[in-house]
């Protein structure tokens, strides 16, 4: 069984530019999420996609912003790149919603803006 | 809103010893689940184990265990006959049983560095 497969695994972008990050959750699973992890904020939530819905979203800007499609892929992108930016960006899917069983996690896509 | 603290960033252990990880919650929820997660150079996140807050009963995975004190607020991991490849980040994560408190967000520690010694 595949697990969260998350593309690319590297990137480097330059400030200004904009980026879009693919995650592909496990077959049969229908709830991804997305988070950011750096060095200095730790982990911190991004987005949650539901059967294409946008359930939440953490506290960043509007230039992040996601999308799930019907085959339960899920796309995040972010504009307007700042240094700050820089991070590893981990998609998790789940069977369910709730993700009571706990979510799988890909191994991330470290951007690197420059 | 949640916090998760971990107190101990970084933490070293000897081959086949234990070793105990330490986390502390805060919420005002009396339903909601916690996890321990690792991350090894790899970087993808494994789920070690998971705990529900309404069951007494600590979890436990083979080797890993939690002493979990609802009271308290403290959820612990224990890593028995530590292994090589146990070397990792640990993270702890809170999980709130409820969907209109934030949707299913998890939220995370800042995470224990652990070292194994051979």
């Known amino acids: 069984k595949a697990g969260v497969t998350q593309t690319p695994r590297y990137l480097i972008k330059t400030r200004g530019q904009q980026v879009t990050l693919s995650c592909s959750p496990i077959?049969?699973?229908?709830?991804v999420s997305w988070y950011q992890q750096t060095p200095g904020q730790g982990l911190q939530f991004l987005f949650e996609?539901?059967?294409?819905?946008?359930?939440n979203k953490g506290n960043f800007p509007g230039r992040f912003s996601g999308r799930q499609f019907s085959n339960s892929r899920s796309e995040m992108n972010v504009s307007t790149l700042e240094l700050g930016d820089s991070a590893l960006y981990l998609c998790?899917?789940?069977?369910?919603?709730?993700?009571?069983?706990?979510?799988?996690f890909g191994s991330g896509t470290r951007l690197t803006v420059v | 809103a949640q916090t998760v603290t971990q107190s101990q960033p970084e933490m070293s252990v000897q081959e086949a010893e234990t070793v105990t990880l330490s986390c502390t919650y805060d919420?005002?929820?009396?339903?909601?689940?916690l996890f321990w997660y690792k991350q090894p150079p790899s970087r993808q996140m494994i789920l070690v184990i998971r705990?529900?807050?309404?069951?007494?009963q600590n979890a436990t995975e083979n080797r890993f265990s939690v002493n979990f004190q609802k009271a308290a607020k403290s959820f612990s991991l224990k890593i028995s006959d530590s292994q090589l490849g146990d070397a990792a980040m640990y993270f702890c994560?809170?999980?709130?049983?409820?969907?209109?408190?934030?949707?299913?967000?998890?939220?995370f520690g800042k995470g224990t560095k652990l070292s194994v010694i051979p």
């Open positions: 998790a899917s789940s069977l369910e919603v709730t993700g009571d069983y706990g979510y799988t």
């Open positions: 994560a809170y999980r709130s049983a409820y969907s209109g408190a934030g949707s299913y967000q998890l939220t």
């Open positions: 077959s049969g699973h229908r709830s």
């Open positions: 919420t005002s929820e009396s339903d909601y689940y």
């Open positions: 705990q529900e807050a309404y069951k007494q």
């Open positions: 996609y539901f059967s294409e819905t946008q359930r």
